[in-house]
């Protein structure tokens, strides 16, 4: 069921804000993660605003 | 031992065929089809992609992948194999698997099908994994950065020139369906209209009210289209909304080009963001319930299995069954627009290498299956209602009667009583001529979700779902796909002139974006007042480009295995090659130059000029003024098929030389990133 809601989110260029974290803590302790809402709409400028936003036919 | 159950289902998936090859005339279950298709992909899947991974790719469970190497938590991110494979069906399947095999039945189904199952086992999902491959070994670069890394920088330019003109085709094409499916229809029309609001209100919703909640404001979304479809029905027959919603398909086609330009610019969370949700999960959602309501309702296949039409002369589209067949099946059997997709987001998400199988070869054997339902959808109508609907509407003439008559006349005989019934059925005024694949596919699945919810009464809201589905991701792809030709365009103009590039200022960016949707207005516009109808014209040159630029695709692999000094398994990719070489460059080739003015587009030109000379208006065009159209149009949709014929020939060109100097050195000259081990966890 997570699964499944991972999936869906990705599939609208949703990627884990947990994964986020996570990969902040490990990688950048002393940096000041996004919030959630940030995270998101950094996501949704990422996968439409820029020229990867590509899908098919 | 463990081999036993897998040459058990070759024997179904051979029984299969067996049955769907030599069953003439008695009525065969479209089950048969779903059968034979599902087991050879399972087949396919459990060896031959085995076999890829192992041995022609030698892919290393130890080897670290971008998402390792470049983690930043946001674009590079170690992924679920099974959400990923989520994510990369999504931004494959569109449009194009459920329309080009709608197509195609004008053949029978048993072309369309044979093609789907061993174009997406030999061709297309090696491609797919391949392209995946070849990225995830280089950062996740995109495919104009690995054409220019392997093959040198012209090659790396051409490739990005011809990527962009294949936009410019795919957005004109997928338009021209939305037009024709829209047009005289003020119930699908204000049910897609209506989306425009609804996905604004969603946008504010993500964006002050509760930002971040996809499934919510989803949720939302779709009772909105729900009631949207329902309402529908009594804005058409409203004597004062219905006439208001009712546009020919020239207003249609200025309406979405307009939209077009808009669209682009707003701000991406406002109307693109949550109309993709809506488009997204509608789509994952219709194509799962059209597979269980196939296997459910168990249909007889009505299409017989050939047509007279495998050797041309078809309503629908112009042309003989080799070599038009494998161009107007693109997506569903092979598609180089994948190419983009794979060396896009997913080789970035990718967590290990091995999962490079699951994803790139079965996400594409998912979207074949994709293409086999909308080929059992086309071919469950009865022929007489197919052809009905997908010949131009110069052969049927514009009432059911005549058109009854026409398809009669043709061999499939049918009344006008039951033309005006299914248009009734489906709260249509007439079903004559609705050509782009769309409508025929949206009648096929109110038969089938009809079936099993509502019986005929809900038939007329089944078809105007299946409508608003696939309208909804068009419109959506021709969004996006205007963003990203914008951005290609910007790049390719970038090279010349470096002030034009992204992030200088807003003036190139408005610029490349009226460029963009100027290109394929134009195609639009064409193909919209084509008195043939348009898909006749458009579709062929669309399915050469994608499969050119799948050819494309295949050449890079082949060059890269060169060069790993893997060339003793370059046939895994040289054999599609070949294949889409031979068949692109003969259907181009037959465009450019055949002497039948309904295939040849020169021909076609020079038909109308001499008529011109001569002072004669020719049917279907009514005056001086659409003659001089149509020669103009010919002769840029020639002009079209040159540039691709030469786009592929230079990097065949390329390819070859590339592969010999790899042949010569004595050692593997890739440039892949260098290996890492998987970080222990």
Same mark, same amino acid.
């Given at each position: 069921?997570?699964?499944? *809601?991972?999936?869906?989110?990705?599939?609208?260029?949703?990627?884990?804000?947990?994964?986020?974290?996570?990969?902040?803590?490990? *990688?950048?302790?002393?940096?000041?993660?996004?919030?959630?809402?940030?995270?998101?709409?950094?996501?949704?400028?990422? *996968?439409?605003?820029?020229?990867?936003?590509?899908?098919?036919? | 031992?463990?081999?036993?159950?897998?040459?058990? #289902?070759?024997?179904?998936?051979?029984?299969?065929?067996?049955?769907?090859?030599?069953?003439?005339?008695?009525?065969?279950?479209?089950?048969?089809?779903?059968?034979?298709?599902?087991?050879?992909? #399972?087949?396919?899947?459990?060896?031959?992609?085995?076999?890829?991974?192992?041995?022609?790719?030698?892919?290393?469970?130890?080897?670290?992948?971008?998402?390792?190497?470049?983690?930043?938590?946001?674009?590079?991110?170690?992924?679920?194999?099974?959400?990923?494979?989520?994510?990369?069906?999504?931004?494959?399947?569109?449009?194009?698997?459920?329309?080009?095999?709608?197509?195609?039945?004008?053949?029978?189904?048993?072309?369309?099908?044979?093609?789907?199952?061993?174009?997406?086992?030999?061709?297309?999902?090696?491609?797919?994994?391949?392209?995946?491959?070849?990225?995830?070994?280089?950062?996740?670069?995109?495919?104009?950065?690995?054409?220019?890394?392997?093959?040198?920088?012209?090659?790396?330019?051409?490739?990005?020139?011809?990527?962009?003109?294949?936009?410019?085709?795919?957005?004109?094409?997928?338009?021209?369906?939305?037009?024709?499916?829209?047009?005289?229809?003020?119930?699908?029309?204000?049910?897609?209209?209506?989306?425009?609001? #609804?996905?604004?209100?969603?946008?504010?919703?993500?964006?002050?009210?509760?930002?971040?909640?996809?499934?919510?404001?989803?949720?939302?979304?779709?009772?909105?289209?729900?009631?949207?479809?329902?309402?529908?029905?009594?804005?058409?027959?409203?004597?004062?909304?219905?006439?208001?919603?009712?546009?020919?398909?020239?207003?249609?086609?200025?309406?979405?080009?307009?939209?077009?330009?808009?669209?682009?610019?707003?701000?991406?969370?406002?109307?693109?963001?949550?109309?993709?949700?809506?488009?997204?999960?509608?789509?994952?959602?219709?194509?799962?319930?059209?597979?269980?309501?196939?296997?459910?309702? /168990?249909?007889?296949?009505?299409?017989?299995?050939?047509?007279?039409?495998?050797?041309?002369?078809?309503?629908?589209?112009?042309?003989?069954?080799?070599?038009?067949?494998?161009?107007?099946?693109?997506?569903?059997?092979?598609?180089?627009?994948?190419?983009?997709?794979?060396?896009?987001?997913?080789?970035?998400?990718?967590?290990?290498?091995?999962?490079?199988?699951?994803?790139?070869?079965?996400?594409?054997?998912?979207?074949?299956?994709?293409?086999?339902?909308?080929?059992?959808?086309?071919?469950?109508?009865?022929?007489?209602?197919?052809?009905?609907?997908?010949?131009?509407?110069?052969?049927?003439?514009?009432?059911?009667?005549?058109?009854?008559?026409?398809?009669?006349?043709?061999?499939?005989?049918?009344?006008?009583?039951?033309?005006?019934?299914?248009?009734?059925?489906?709260?249509?005024?007439?079903?004559?001529?609705?050509?782009?694949?769309?409508?025929?596919?949206?009648?096929?699945?109110?038969?089938?979700?009809?079936?099993?919810?509502?019986?005929?009464?809900?038939?007329?809201?089944?078809?105007?779902?299946?409508? #608003?589905?696939?309208?909804?991701?068009?419109?959506?792809?021709?969004? /996006?796909?205007?963003?990203?030709?914008?951005?290609?365009?910007?790049?390719?103009?970038?090279?010349?002139?470096?002030?034009?590039?992204?992030?200088?200022?807003?003036?190139?960016?408005?610029?490349?974006?009226?460029?963009?949707?100027?290109?394929?207005?134009?195609?639009?516009?064409?193909?919209?007042?084509?008195?043939?109808?348009?898909?006749?014209?458009?579709?062929?040159?669309?399915?050469?480009?994608?499969?050119?630029?799948?050819?494309?695709?295949?050449?890079?692999?082949?060059?890269?295995?060169?060069?790993?000094?893997?060339?003793?398994?370059?046939?895994?990719?040289?054999?599609?090659?070949?294949?889409?070489?031979?068949?692109?460059?003969?259907?181009?080739?037959?465009?450019?130059?055949?002497?039948?003015?309904?295939?040849?587009?020169?021909?076609?030109?020079?038909?109308?000029?001499?008529?011109?000379?001569?002072?004669?208006?020719?049917?279907?065009?009514?005056?001086?003024?659409?003659?001089?159209?149509?020669?103009?149009?010919?002769?840029?949709?020639?002009?079209?098929?040159?540039?691709?014929?030469?786009?592929?020939?230079?990097?065949?060109?390329?390819?070859?030389?590339?592969?010999?100097?790899?042949?010569?050195?004595?050692?593997?000259?890739?440039?892949?990133?260098?290996?890492?081990?998987?970080?222990?966890?």
């Amino acid at each position: 069921m997570k699964a499944l *809601r991972a999936m869906l989110r990705l599939m609208v260029g949703q990627p884990s804000y947990d994964a986020y974290l996570a990969h902040m803590a490990q *990688r950048h302790p002393h940096a000041t993660p996004m919030s959630r809402v940030e995270f998101f709409r950094n996501r949704e400028q990422a *996968r439409y605003g820029g020229a990867g936003g590509g899908k098919c036919c | 031992m463990k081999h036993i159950p897998w040459i058990l #289902l070759a024997i179904v998936g051979a029984i299969g065929l067996a049955v769907l090859a030599t069953s003439r005339g008695e009525p065969v279950n479209a089950l048969w089809i779903v059968v034979a298709a599902v087991s050879c992909f #399972l087949v396919a899947y459990r060896y031959y992609a085995l076999y890829i991974a192992r041995n022609v790719m030698r892919l290393d469970p130890l080897r670290a992948t971008p998402a390792h190497t470049l983690a930043d938590g946001l674009d590079y991110v170690a992924t679920d194999k099974r959400v990923l494979f989520g994510h990369h069906f999504a931004a494959i399947a569109g449009a194009g698997p459920l329309v080009g095999p709608v197509l195609a039945a004008q053949m029978g189904y048993l072309p369309g099908t044979l093609w789907i199952i061993f174009g997406v086992v030999l061709a297309g999902a090696v491609q797919d994994f391949m392209v995946l491959f070849i990225s995830m070994r280089r950062d996740g670069k995109s495919l104009g950065e690995l054409v220019r890394l392997e093959m040198g920088p012209v090659a790396g330019t051409i490739a990005l020139a011809g990527a962009f003109l294949i936009m410019v085709i795919i957005l004109a094409v997928l338009a021209l369906i939305v037009v024709r499916a829209l047009a005289e229809s003020p119930w699908g029309m204000f049910t897609v209209a209506a989306t425009i609001p #609804l996905a604004l209100a969603m946008g504010v919703y993500t964006r002050w009210i509760r930002p971040g909640r996809i499934g919510e404001v989803s949720l939302l979304g779709f009772l909105g289209l729900i009631a949207a479809i329902v309402f529908g029905q009594n804005v058409a027959a409203s004597p004062f909304w219905g006439p208001l919603f009712t546009f020919t398909p020239e207003t249609l086609c200025w309406i979405l080009i307009g939209y077009g330009a808009l669209a682009s610019i707003l701000p991406v969370w406002l109307l693109l963001a949550p109309r993709d949700y809506l488009s997204t999960f509608l789509k994952i959602g219709a194509i799962t319930a059209l597979a269980i309501g196939i296997v459910v309702m /168990a249909p007889d296949l009505r299409m017989p299995a050939l047509t007279p039409f495998v050797d041309g002369g078809g309503p629908a589209w112009s042309g003989s069954l080799f070599p038009f067949l494998f161009i107007t099946i693109a997506c569903g059997a092979v598609s180089g627009f994948h190419a983009l997709i794979a060396s896009g987001t997913t080789p970035k998400l990718i967590g290990s290498e091995v999962d490079a199988p699951f994803i790139g070869y079965g996400a594409m054997l998912m979207e074949a299956f994709v293409a086999i339902m909308a080929l059992v959808g086309a071919s469950i109508l009865d022929p007489g209602i197919y052809f009905a609907m997908n010949s131009p509407a110069a052969v049927l003439g514009s009432d059911p009667a005549s058109a009854a008559q026409a398809v009669t006349t043709m061999g499939y005989p049918v009344s006008a009583e039951t033309l005006a019934q299914t248009a009734r059925d489906v709260g249509e005024h007439t079903i004559v001529s609705r050509t782009g694949g769309a409508p025929t596919l949206a009648v096929a699945m109110a038969e089938i979700f009809s079936h099993i919810l509502g019986g005929t009464a809900m038939k007329a809201f089944w078809y105007h779902f299946a409508i #608003l589905f696939e309208a909804l991701f068009i419109l959506t792809a021709v969004d /996006a796909g205007t963003r990203a030709g914008r951005f290609m365009l910007q790049d390719l103009i970038g090279l010349v002139v470096p002030s034009f590039r992204a992030g200088t200022s807003w003036v190139p960016g408005v610029v490349a974006t009226g460029l963009c949707v100027a290109s394929w207005g134009f195609f639009l516009y064409q193909g919209v007042t084509d008195p043939l109808g348009g898909v006749n014209t458009l579709w062929p040159v669309f399915g050469i480009s994608n499969q050119m630029l799948a050819a494309v695709a295949l050449m890079l692999a082949t060059t890269v295995l060169f060069r790993m000094k893997q060339q003793r398994y370059a046939w895994v990719t040289a054999v599609p090659t070949v294949w889409l070489l031979i068949c692109t460059l003969t259907a181009g080739s037959l465009k450019l130059v055949s002497a039948d003015p309904a295939v040849g587009f020169l021909s076609h030109a020079a038909r109308f000029a001499a008529a011109i000379e001569a002072g004669v208006v020719l049917a279907p065009a009514k005056s001086m003024a659409k003659m001089r159209a149509i020669v103009f149009n010919d002769r840029i949709d020639a002009a079209l098929c040159a540039v691709f014929l030469a786009v592929v020939l230079s990097l065949l060109f390329f390819t070859i030389r590339t592969c010999l100097a790899a042949l010569r050195a004595d050692r593997p000259i890739v440039n892949e990133s260098p290996a890492q081990m998987v970080p222990a966890e």
